[in-house]
């Protein structure tokens, strides 16, 4: 019995033990369903949150669109149009570059062939995209296929990189094309998270880029990131775009380590563009970069890391010696000097410019063309595609999986069509942008490879010869006015830093004096009567295209036709309504005419398309300055400046309503900060000679608005000054010239007239006086100074009618 029971008590006890594990079991399962409601709690409360965050960011129309094109209907057609914000994820706003204003049908014509290119301000066509290498493809495609509509749509932009091509490839993929071109890899190191860039962390992996551009496409990463830059150090990033010279104190050796991840960040991205192309369909012509080698100075050397002191003595020594030798034309003695050097230090880049250079004197064309590669490829402020970066873009070329790219060589085909084989002036304006010949050339070598992809049914109705230069320029309507418009721009490009430090400054300098001298000897009224006409024939062949319009328009200005170029400007506000530029330029048209309301109207308009268009809010303010409604004028410049706090013209503008109200304090206020924006150009000129002026110091206050007028002709502050400042020494001549130019730049403007008038009296050129003297009452009626001297001027005529009776 003691056993049963034994057996009895362990039978219960089993019966117990189970009853307590469904117990856990069941205790068990809701506590799992805690830390699973837990869990999702965790993550889905705050997505709520961020979630509903977002969404009433974009129902209250916070932030910006990120993509690179916007549809929008366009004379009842829905069209692509580039988004002018696309570079606010890559730059900060004030410094953002913008897109090509352009326009792509949404739906794809028959018989169209759409070519996108890619790059940077090279691809794009910089100073003037309207005659890039882009548009003498679409000129020599269509010449010899007439029966294709090439549809060449650049997405090229100025200072961007890989980094931000990749996003614009994504979004082309889905556009219809039907052939891609490839022409980057000048910004590598300078534009958005490269090496030596200024826009933000440098050379940071690709995988935190892409993360950090994709959280920008969300209004809550927007506003992050706004919140961030206000945040951050504001002396480490520029205010104002100030071209090469922002990197001035970003050089990078030739083995720094950020350089090197740049190029690692370079072939991923290549590498995923050309993948995107290869799943899209479409063939990708990749080209190799050109670049100036010849006539192009490094922009910065630095000695290798290491160096010691008594090396760096005896480096120096042989340094100055070759140099020496070279100014004298002793070539080979200073190549001896030179290659000694060399064995010191290899990596100084001006010194392999200097070797090329005694190469090329001595005629050894190809120890020439490596001299100056070396001195490009150590150049520490590396603003071209050096050879590293053309080696990755051969090499991803060959690779087995890219059987759909066509490798494109463009740097060794331009130096194929250089003198020496060496690349210079004949070709490139400056370090990489190309000139008319060059945009020609790389044109036609883009077309050659897009012939070899084109279909059958395109071939077929092909013609056996490409156009030659002359024929696309009469396409393009390249006048001399255009040429002597791009050169004289560029020449106030390559007068400021980082060009002036270039060894090659000064021959630069003496080259495009020249140049210009040529041109303008071009410009006679002969030649402006055929290139109008050339204008009209073109437009004839192509009525939709906005930049023929948009260059006529420019032509019409130089040449004095401004009721015209008003109406070229209107047909480009037409074809690309959803733009500012256009109704703005055409706002500054009319202030040439003397129409200030209409121009008023005008720059309206481009602000009902974008708010902040600080261009037309300055120039609004400047006709209400002139207008002498002051507080107007103050309450827009506010505006402005409470925008984009770098915007130099609105110092300008402002300090000189406050300068003509007689507040000399508060002008030279505005003055100053100009002037600290613009260290080495025109506005630090202006402020110099402001001041000197104020202390009398007559003649170097002359030479300081001369300097400023130099390098912004339309410099009409300047003028106005620099006409008193004549006046005040008796040069009544060369003031009334000052007052004059003033008088045509800005006739809103009643003192220009009044200061005119009076010169012209002084010069016993009374009736050009009198009409002078009664616009200034037109503008200013309660003038005082106005009516004394047109009373005194009609007293002079009256008097001279009654001698001459």
């Known amino acids: ?34 830390w699973v409601f837990r869990i999702v709690a965790a993550v889905a409360i705050p997505l709520l949150v961020v979630g509903g965050f977002e969404l009433s960011l974009r129902l209250s129309g916070y932030g910006y669109p990120t993509g690179f094109f916007l549809k929008n209907r366009i004379g009842g057609r829905e069209y692509y149009v580039s988004n002018d914000r696309f570079g606010y994820r890559f730059f900060p706003p004030a410094l953002a570059r913008t897109p090509l204003s352009l326009r792509m049908s949404a739906s794809k014509p028959a018989h169209t062939y759409r070519v996108f290119v890619f790059g940077e301000s090279a691809a794009m066509g910089d100073p003037d995209p309207s005659f890039g290498a882009w548009r003498y493809l679409k000129v ?15 997405v090229a932009m100025t200072a961007i990189n890989s980094h931000v091509v990749l996003p614009i490839a994504r979004e082309c993929a889905k556009r219809d094309g039907d052939l891609w071109i490839i022409y980057m890899g000048n910004n ?18 690709t995988g935190l880029v892409r993360a950090e551009i994709a959280a920008k496409t969300a209004k809550t990463g927007q506003l992050l990131d706004s919140l961030m830059q206000r945040c951050r150090n504001r002396s480490s990033t520029p205010q104002i775009w100030s071209g090469l010279n922002m990197f001035k104190d970003h050089q990078l050796q030739y083995d720094d380590p950020g350089r ?7 072939r991923i991205n290549l590498r995923d563009i050309l993948r995107i192309g290869r799943n899209t369909g479409v063939p990708v012509i990749l080209s190799t ?47 001896e000097s030179y290659t000694q050097a060399t064995a010191i230090d290899p990596q100084y880049a001006e010194l392999h410019f200097r070797a090329g250079r005694c190469q090329l004197a001595l005629t050894n064309s190809d120890l020439a063309l490596h001299e100056f590669e070396l001195a490009r490829d150590d150049d520490t402020l590396a603003f071209r595609a050096d050879s590293r970066i053309n080696q990755i873009i051969k090499d991803s070329s060959d690779r087995p999986e890219n059987r759909g790219v066509y490798f494109l060589d463009a740097a060794r085909l331009l130096a194929q069509n250089s003198p020496d084989g060496i690349t210079g002036n004949e070709l490139f304006y400056e ?27 395109i071939l077929a109705q092909g013609k056996t010869e490409w156009a030659s230069a002359e024929l696309c320029d009469q396409r393009l309507s390249v006048s001399p006015w255009d040429r002597f418009r791009l050169w004289e721009n560029n020449y106030s490009r390559v007068s400021e830093p980082p060009f002036t430090a270039q060894l090659n400054d000064v021959p630069r300098a003496q080259f ?45 200005d130089q040449t004095g036709d401004w009721n015209e170029a008003v109406r070229q400007e209107q047909q480009v506000s037409g074809l690309l309504p959803r733009f500012p530029e256009a109704y703005y330029k055409t706002g500054e048209l009319l202030i ?21 268009y600080e261009p037309a809010l300055n120039d609004l303010g400047l006709i209400f300055a002139n207008q002498l409604k002051t507080a107007e004028a103050a309450g827009l410049f506010t505006r402005v400046l409470r925008l984009n706090p770098g915007y130099v013209e609105t110092y300008l503008d402002w300090g000189f309503m406050e300068q003509c109200a007689g507040k000399l304090d508060q002008a030279m206020a505005h003055y100053h900060a100009a002037a600290d924006l613009q260290p080495n150009g025109p506005a630090a000129y202006f402020y110099q000679a402001v001041t000197l002026a104020g202390e009398d110091h007559q003649d170097e206050s002359i030479a300081g608005f001369q300097n400023a007028i130099w390098m912004n002709p339309k410099f009409w502050q300047a003028r106005y000054l620099l006409g008193g400042e004549l006046a005040a020494k008796s040069q009544i001549a060369e003031a009334q010239t000052q007052f004059s130019a003033v008088v045509s730049l800005r006739p809103d403007f009643a003192l220009a007239h009044l200061n005119d008038g009076v010169a012209l009296a002084e010069l016993d050129k009374l009736d050009d006086a009198l009409k002078e003297l009664q616009m200034a009452l037109l503008l200013d009626p309660t003038n005082p100074a106005a009516h004394q001297n047109l009373e005194a001027v009609r007293m002079n005529i009256l008097a001279l009618k009654n001698h001459n009776q």
């Open 289 to 335: 970069v050109g670049s100036n080698l010849k006539d192009c100075a490094p922009f910065a050397s630095m000695h290798k890391a290491g160096l010691a002191e008594n090396q760096k003595a005896e480096w120096d020594g042989l340094y100055q010696q070759g140099s020496a030798l070279e100014s004298t034309g002793n070539y080979q003695g200073a190549l």
């Open 260 to 266: 090197l991840r740049a190029y690692d960040n370079f």
């Open 1 to 34: 019995m003691k056993h049963k029971k034994h057996v009895a008590r362990q039978k219960t006890g089993s019966a117990d033990e189970k009853n307590v594990s469904a117990r856990k079991l069941a205790s068990s399962i809701p506590l799992r369903r805690l």
């Open 140 to 154: 020599l495609l269509g010449e010899r296929f007439p029966g294709t509509d090439f549809d060449v749509v650049c």
């Open 431 to 457: 370090h990489v942008h190309l000139n008319f010949a060059g945009n020609y050339l790389l044109g036609l070598a883009f077309a050659e490879q897009v012939a070899k992809v084109l279909p059958e049914s």
């Open 512 to 556: 495009y004096i020249a140049m210009l001298k040529e041109l303008n000897s071009q410009m006679t009224d002969e030649a402006r009567e055929r290139s109008r006409a050339t204008y009209i024939e073109a437009l004839r062949l192509a009525p939709d295209d906005y930049l023929l319009h948009e260059n006529f328009a420019q032509f019409l």
């Open 188 to 205: 590598e190191m300078v534009g958005p998270f490269g090496a030596a860039t200024v826009f933000g962390s440098p050379a940071p992996g």
């Open 592 to 612: 040439r005419e003397g129409r200030a309301s209409d121009a008023a109207g005008c720059f309206s308009n481009a602000l009902a398309i974008r708010s902040d």
